[in-house]
């Protein structure tokens, strides 16, 4: 090719990314969004959202926010509230996704806005940390309601839930890995599953309130405990239920028209989503006082054993369905972090591969798994997921930020979606005193020992991405090569 060929095709190549048609990195894109004409319609993308964020925590954790503040008017108005600042991180992850059209969540935008340092410590820290955690507590949840009714009167042992927990995340790595459209399905109809546990609470508790059941509800801002620290942690705790709200980033590139279909699935999706939530704890209350609602151990059970009588088996039944779809949301999302990391040599090269029969990214996935069954094992993970939202708040919040940021060094992007730039500024400070108040309020070392694994990822990205020492590739050229050939799959541009 001539010179003038070279120059046109430059010339191209720098036209396509101004335009923003295509923000990726080669025609695995085109692969992507082939296999997934699931994403059609915005009903999808809905799914997707309400699917992964209603899991376990509104059914068996809603105590925990109504602790910190001690009274049930409180308690809702930090429900609603935890959606509205939801929904606002999401309406700026909107901007974001239509902007940098790129699958990965937070990770694309983080290296668009600060380069390439701050969007590996997130692909560090998800991927090893935060996201194969969640995934793993959300399995080991439904394998505690899975297991529960072959033990009655008893807890179910520990091995149980454990294989059964390790075996959930068997089965929904392989149904990702097979297919795109496969684990879709698989969403959509949990889904609907969940829907129909969480209609059948709400519907029981419009009944019992229309019966005069309201007594719950009388002085419901009495005895309330207010503090800076005290709001902040219930604010965590009910913010951790409504994680996910941002999972549909993760899947930009697999969305048609995402311009269109990013923004209506969060703008119907949360908003949903938080209307559920609110009528739900309005449910329990119709039942249970705040304090019997504190001594419950699971919320939604107690709440069936007393109004569903002799067919309250369906709230762990329906529970079970609720976290299963919950891992399986996250599962299919956070596998494309993994497949983009590994695409901008951040990660192994063999993660950013794709089936060549499937098209899929399964490597990407199978890592995820495997690093999930790992946080299975071990007694006690529960430290980790308490400041589970200690970590994903930085990141969230310094993406929100780039967002700002990019209002005056990337201005010549094109922003289908362009929100107010008030809404960025308030997500971001609450993002600050979301990491700054549990560590004021209840300073521990684990806080430390979290922002430290944070910063070892530095140590990491010099020894193996900026310096890339022969030595590093010589042992993972042919462990690459061998994986290569046992998954069959290629670079994606092999198969466009």
Not at 254 to 269: A, D, T, V
Not at 402 to 420: D, H
Request: net charge positive; with cysteine.
């Amino acid at each position: 090719m001539g010179e003038e060929g070279l120059r046109k095709r430059k010339g191209e190549d720098r036209g396509r990314e101004d335009t923003q048609s295509v923000r990726s990195h080669g025609p695995q894109t085109t692969n992507l969004q082939k296999q997934a004409k699931l994403f059609l319609f915005p009903l999808c993308g809905i799914c997707m959202i309400v699917g992964t964020i209603i899991g376990s925590g509104i059914f068996v954790s809603p105590k925990s926010v109504l602790a910190n503040v001690e009274a049930v008017g409180p308690c809702l108005t930090i429900w609603a509230a935890c959606g509205v600042l939801a929904t606002l991180g999401a309406l700026c992850f909107a901007e974001l996704g239509t902007m940098i059209t790129k699958s990965g969540g937070e990770y694309p935008y983080l290296m668009e806005a600060f380069g390439p340092i701050p969007a590996f410590l997130f692909s560090w820290t998800s991927l090893l940390v935060t996201k194969p955690s969640s995934f793993a507590i959300i399995c080991l949840s439904f394998a505690e309601y899975a297991s529960a009714p072959f033990y009655p009167g008893c807890d179910p042992p520990q091995a149980v839930i454990k294989c059964l927990a390790a075996a959930a995340i068997v089965v929904i790595t392989i149904v990702n890995s097979l297919s795109v459209k496969l684990g879709s399905y698989l969403q959509n109809f949990l889904t609907a599953a969940k829907m129909i546990i969480v209609t059948i609470i709400i519907v029981s508790g419009i009944v019992l309130l229309a019966q005069g059941k309201t007594e719950n509800f009388k002085d419901s801002f009495k005895d309330t405990k207010i503090s800076v620290s005290s709001i902040s942690l219930a604010f965590y705790n009910g913010l951790w239920a409504y994680d996910g709200w941002n999972q549909l980033n993760y899947i930009t590139e697999e969305l048609k028209n995402p311009y269109r279909n990013l923004p209506l699935s969060i703008i119907i999706g949360i908003p949903l989503v938080t209307v559920c939530y609110v009528l739900i704890n309005i449910s329990y209350f119709t039942v249970m006082t705040s304090t019997e609602l504190l001594q419950s151990q699971a919320v939604a059970v107690t709440f069936g054993d007393r109004v569903l009588y002799p067919a309250s088996w369906i709230v762990p039944l329906f529970v079970a369905f609720s976290t299963i779809g919950s891992a399986n949301g996250t599962c299919f999302t956070a596998g494309r972090l993994v497949y983009v990391a590994g695409r901008e040599g951040h990660m192994l090269k063999l993660l950013s591969y794709i089936s060549v029969k499937r098209l899929t990214p399964a490597p990407a996935i199978i890592f995820y798994g495997a690093i999930a069954i790992i946080y299975v094992i071990p007694g006690d993970i529960e430290t980790l997921i308490n400041y589970f939202s200690f970590a994903v708040w930085i990141f969230y919040g310094l993406t929100v930020l780039g967002l700002i940021v990019m209002r005056f060094t990337r201005k010549q992007l094109e922003r289908p979606i362009r929100v107010p730039i008030i809404i960025p500024v308030i997500v971001t400070l609450v993002s600050i005193v979301l990491v700054l108040a549990p560590i004021i309020s209840a300073p521990e070392l684990p806080y430390l020992y979290c922002a430290l694994f944070i910063l070892s990822g530095l140590i990491v990205y010099a020894l193996f991405v900026h310096f890339k020492f022969s030595w590093a590739q010589k042992i993972s050229n042919p462990i690459t090569m061998h994986l290569q050939m046992l998954l069959e799959v290629v670079p994606a541009e092999e198969v466009a």
